[in-house]
């Protein structure tokens, strides 16, 4: 996911926490967000290590994840 496409899904996941007062759905929805900034972290994490390996960094490439 790009920076953008993870802002989106966390603005529309921010949003549906504030439109429920359910508290099973706001676990969920809490819970969801979290796994997102994990994911992002990771996407980080592997950014940096392919910045001093070009191997790694072509099959990031490949995959979407350098954009």
Known sequence: MTDETIETVRTLLRGALESTDDTEVHFKLRTALQLLDVH??????????AESDEGLQERLDDLGYLE
């Open 40 to 49: 992002e972290n990771d996407i980080d994490r592997l950014q940096e290590a």
